[in-house]
């Protein structure tokens, strides 16, 4: 099990009843041990009609790159928040007993921490700030998970996270000499979200969610990572 902040564990235990959006601009109550749910009124099959262009030029026009950034971002966006919605009602949906559980506090948690790491990488996506090399490895990432190939999809998740270092971490010496430069070929290799705090934390919890939707979207063993029966 992952490692959680005491704090967010203890914020979920003190945690009353609170309001949530009804995706219509009003409130509704949810329940003590429920988790806060942003409605995006929207489904699979949307999604995956919107995502057909996903990383590819719509027209030869020009001037069409800010477009195809623009369109890019919303997609990945509106399908992370709809990973993050089927995760909260999947955890809204257990029995007041799992909830209160120490196991269920956990998940809670686990989901509220993964809210707060996302905010980042939602608000660059909305304002289309995110890095480029960022956005070109969640293209192949999203595309994948539309597909159901969560083998390829893990793929390309640990070339954004580790990139291609060309030694393992800790080796120093290659052969009889060591590698003038290695240090280097290191920084260059190994992608930037691990040195970045904020990148780190959402790239984290873009993996839970990318786990999340192997279990919601299920495919046959051999496209899955780590493959369980839920």
């Known amino acids: ?94 029995n007041e007993l799992d909830k209160r559980s120490t196991q269920g506090r956990l998940m809670t948690a686990i989901y509220t921490q993964t809210q707060e790491y996302l905010k980042p990488l939602f608000k660059q996506l909305t304002k289309q700030t995110i890095a480029d090399d960022i956005l070109k490895h969640l293209i192949i990432i999203i595309k994948y998970l539309l597909e159901r190939d969560y083998v390829h999809a893990n793929d390309a998740y640990l070339q954004m996270a580790i990139g291609n270092a060309p030694w393992p971490i800790g080796v120093t010496m290659v052969g009889i000499h060591a590698r003038t430069g290695r240090e280097k070929i290191f920084a260059q290799n190994i992608a930037h979200v691990l040195n970045d705090e904020t990148q780190r934390k959402y790239i984290q919890a873009l993996k839970r969610l990318m786990t999340q939707c192997q279990k919601m979207f299920q495919t046959d063993p051999s496209r899955c990572v780590e493959y369980t029966k839920d």
């Open 1 to 94: 099990m992952e490692k959680v902040d005491a704090a967010y564990l203890e914020e979920i235990v003190k945690s009353g009843t609170h309001n949530t959006t009804d995706g219509h601009g009003g409130e509704k109550k949810r329940g003590k041990n429920d988790v806060k749910i942003e409605e995006m009124n929207t489904t699979i099959e949307e999604i995956i009609e919107q995502a057909q262009y996903l990383g590819k030029q719509r027209s030869k026009r020009p001037n069409t790159d800010d477009e195809q950034r623009r369109s890019d971002c919303a997609v990945i966006l509106k399908f992370l928040k709809f990973l993050l919605e089927l995760w909260g009602r999947r955890l809204n949906d257990r």
